[in-house]
């Protein structure tokens, strides 16, 4: 696409955590795009953004700035949790389209008021489970795709990431009200790529949990049994309290054969394979946000816009996977007991 065929789109960043610098360093790179302003609580974090970028924007102290300022055509929503529907309730609202960092929302109450937002405004958006484009999902899907290892029967996805009071949004992330819980803060990730990768709707969920350490004011870490639709059962796992690097388990068992991460076992393809292979590409090994595909995603999300269509990670279908993380986290107060979906 020409970049003269559109004049640039308009962004505003709101909310100036670790992930809004990786963020902004994707938006600087679309050539339909360009950063107009930078905003933040706290004026001066949302300054040391745009010095740090040297970016060229208005910088703003209050939302309702940001929302005012025509030229703003997205809005890129990246503060805590516990702010992200009420902002992007507000943006819908106003005609802007959308970016938010997961999870979107806290509560089911908030999710299907985001939903109906977004809906009603026609606005497009896109959810931050940046994941969908990392490479290997990418080979991933493609060899789901072309039936390489039959139907699948089985799945298991894991996020596995130990975080302790030296995270950079310990205040607000370890705490209930603010972070949400472990499935939200991380976990949704996790949830999300098996949804992905299964592509059906899950009618059934039990959980079980314990917060070993103590550091948080919700369970740190959670073991997930979901049911689908189709009869394929899964299972989904956060582990907060884990000591060991950053770890995001994929396996996924078919009829004709399996895949555990970037290795696979697919004799229908490849007659008479004995041993696992392997195939090179990227990994989801790393917790830094500077290592997610975020370039990819929001490239994607400027053609959804500039080619009025929906994107496959927008609010709309993360709707399913917000659902499935609080219906975990509903059985894992209930004592585990399977909670029914949809809520």
């Known amino acids: 696409m020409n970049s003269s065929e559109h004049p640039a789109l308009g962004v505003a960043i ?71 529907a009420e902002q992007a309730i507000a943006a819908a609202d106003s005609g802007r389209h959308i970016l938010v960092e997961k999870p979107m929302v806290l509560t089911m109450d908030e999710n299907r008021a985001l939903r109906d937002a977004v809906t009603k405004a026609g606005v497009k958006s896109i959810v931050s489970f940046v994941l969908r484009w990392n490479p290997l999902f990418d080979s991933l899907k493609s060899l789901l795709a072309a039936g390489s290892i039959g139907d699948l029967f089985y799945a298991e996805v894991d996020y596995w990431h130990g975080l302790d009071p030296s995270y950079h949004c310990w205040a607000w992330a370890s705490r209930k009200a603010t972070g949400g819980s472990s499935m939200l803060m991380g976990g949704c990730h996790a949830v999300d790529a098996l949804r992905w990768f299964v592509n059906d709707d899950a009618v059934e969920v039990s959980a079980i949990a314990n917060n070993h350490k103590g550091l948080y004011e919700y369970d740190a870490n959670v073991v997930a049994m979901v049911k689908f639709r189709s009869g394929l059962i899964a299972k989904t796992s956060v582990l907060f309290d884990a000591k060991m690097p950053y770890t995001f388990n994929v396996d996924l068992i078919g009829t004709e054969g399996a895949i555990r991460d970037n290795r696979f076992f697919a004799p229908k393809l490849l007659a008479k394979q004995t041993h696992w292979g392997t195939f090179p590409t990227i990994m989801p090994d790393s917790a830094d946000v500077h290592h997610h595909p975020f370039d990819a995603q929001i490239d994607h999300f400027v053609d959804c816009i500039l080619e009025n269509r929906e994107s496959h990670c927008n609010i709309a279908d993360s709707y399913q996977t917000h659902e499935l993380c609080l219906a975990i986290d509903q059985s894992v107060a209930n004592g585990g007991h399977p909670v029914s979906l949809p809520l």
């Open 14 to 84: 709101h909310g100036v955590g670790a992930v809004a610098y990786a963020h902004a360093a994707s938006w600087k790179k679309n050539p339909h795009a360009k950063i107009v302003s930078v905003s933040s609580r706290n004026r001066e974090s949302a300054q040391k953004l745009v010095d740090a970028l040297d970016l060229q924007c208005t910088v703003h102290d209050d939302y309702r700035q940001v929302l005012d300022d025509e030229r703003v055509n997205i809005v890129n929503i990246s503060g805590p949790n516990h702010v992200h």
